[in-house]
């Protein structure tokens, strides 16, 4: 039962366009979300984050915006970098259980020249 | 400042042998997490520790599977009677307290060939 989904396994998009990564949810009890990138042979590493009385959140380049009704997420990133090319996951958790993460099966983002 | 480390950073063993994976969280950080990784999913929470007591072992696939936190810092993930089915990348992050909405700090992970 995949509670977080990332149905684009992959994306390419030209250096200085936007890249859309989107993310799908079934469990109404997540109301904390987070983007964790990934390079090769290394640890996923915190982008941003968004909570769910919250609609956007933006961080330079990169905004989450957080569709609660349609339990939809996305992150975009611009303009997009040749060094923004991994892997990106979309994550949730839920106060009750505050411990863990659940996390999407990812997006692979290649920023072509 | 030195970020989550885990070691080895590769393991190849054969089915049926015990491993021991290793973690070692930022100083300071009283939360720690097990997650592994197998091919084409994404990361499956195993196991969280605050301090030394493990609070949520509810992703602990079966049985073979146990960790330890000593000292409230270094964590052994053991696996005994390795399977195929175990080989992946396993993850180990930690969170300054464990409190909702907390960032978790990933280590580099190690990947498991159980061949």
């Known amino acids: 039962d995949q509670q977080v989904k990332q149905n684009s396994p992959s994306l390419s998009v030209q250096e200085g366009r936007i890249s859309i990564l989107n993310c799908d949810y079934t469990n109404s009890m997540f109301d904390y979300f987070l983007w964790y990138k990934k390079y090769p042979a290394e640890g996923p590493t915190f982008l941003i984050s968004?909570?769910?009385?919250?609609d956007k959140n933006e961080d330079g380049r990169f905004t989450v915006f957080l569709n609660k009704s349609a339990k939809h997420l996305s992150l975009h990133i611009v303009p997009s970098q040749p060094g923004d090319s991994a892997v990106y996951f979309c994550?949730?958790?839920?106060?009750?259980?505050?411990?863990?993460?659940?996390f999407g099966t990812g997006t692979r983002l290649q920023v072509t020249l | 400042g030195a970020g989550v480390s885990q070691s080895p950073s590769n393991k190849v063993t054969e089915k049926g042998k015990d491993v021991e994976l290793r973690c070692d969280p930022i100083s300071g950080h009283t939360a720690l997490y097990w997650y592994r990784q197998s091919l084409g999913q994404g990361l499956e929470f195993l196991i969280y520790?605050?301090?030394?007591?493990?609070?949520?072992k509810s992703g602990l696939p079966s049985d073979r599977f146990s960790a330890e936190r000593t000292g409230g810092s270094v964590s052994t993930l053991t696996i005994q009677r390795t399977q195929q089915e175990d080989s992946a990348v396993y993850l180990c992050?930690?969170?300054?307290?464990?409190?909702?909405?907390?960032?978790?700090?990933f280590g580099p992970g190690t990947r498991l060939l159980v061949l």
């Open positions: 992050a930690s969170s300054l307290e464990g409190r909702h909405q907390e960032t978790q700090y």
């Open positions: 994550a949730a958790s839920d106060a009750g259980t505050a411990s863990k993460l659940t």
């Open positions: 520790f605050q301090g030394n007591s493990a609070p949520d």
């Open positions: 968004i909570s769910s009385i919250k």
